[in-house]
Each structure stands twice: as structure tokens, then as C-alpha cells.
């Protein structure tokens, strides 16, 4: 019941705060990819996790894939320096921690 009506916003009950902390660190990630590589250590921090997956360890790894490939496709138009990349990858990273 509980996912029926988080769904109408977009969310789960699996999606804890961390979760979502973590979630929008990986779409800055993406979007910080080029002039920021160094960042991409938290990506792959972010989808490592025991073998073999279970099904909501699946469900958070492609939830943190689809947010760092949104990053991604968001680069050019949102255009962030290497600055303002190494501060907002900070700050998501400091609030998914």
C-alpha cells in the first residue's frame, strides 16, 4: 500500500533518505563527469555491494544508474565549472554520508 502511494511521486519505500542522498550524489556525478573525474570513485562506490543481488539491491543500483545517467545527459545544459562541480559534489556527497 505504502508503494502504491509513494509511486504517484516517483518513489518507493526502499528509497530511504540515504538513498535518495546518495541518488542525487550520483546524478551531480554525472553531470561533473567531465570536468570532475575524480568523482566518478563515488559512483562506483555507490553501485558495489554483495553478490548475488537481491531484489531490492537491484532496484537501488539501477535507481543510482538512472540518476548519474540523467547527470549525465544534464551536463552541457547545465554547464558547471570545475568549481562548481567540486563543491556540489561535495555537498551531496557530505548529505549521503
Known amino acids: 500500500?505504502?508503494?502504491e502511494i509513494l509511486s504517484l511521486v516517483g518513489e518507493a519505500s526502499w528509497q530511504a533518505p540515504k538513498i535518495r542522498a546518495k541518488a542525487d550524489l550520483m546524478?551531480?556525478?554525472?553531470a561533473c563527469i567531465i570536468r570532475l573525474?575524480?568523482?566518478l570513485s563515488y559512483h562506483s562506490e555507490a553501485t558495489k555491494g554483495?553478490?548475488?543481488?537481491?531484489e531490492i539491491e537491484k532496484k537501488r543500483r539501477a535507481y543510482f544508474e538512472k540518476n548519474f545517467e540523467n547527470g549525465a545527459l544534464a551536463a552541457l545544459e547545465l554547464n558547471l565549472s570545475e568549481a562548481e562541480c567540486r563543491a556540489a559534489v561535495a555537498e551531496k556527497a557530505a548529505a549521503a554520508k
Do not use: F, T
Open 1 to 3: 500500500m505504502a508503494d
Open 27 to 30: 546524478y551531480v556525478v554525472g
Open 37 to 39: 573525474p575524480s568523482a
Open 50 to 54: 554483495p553478490e548475488p543481488l537481491d
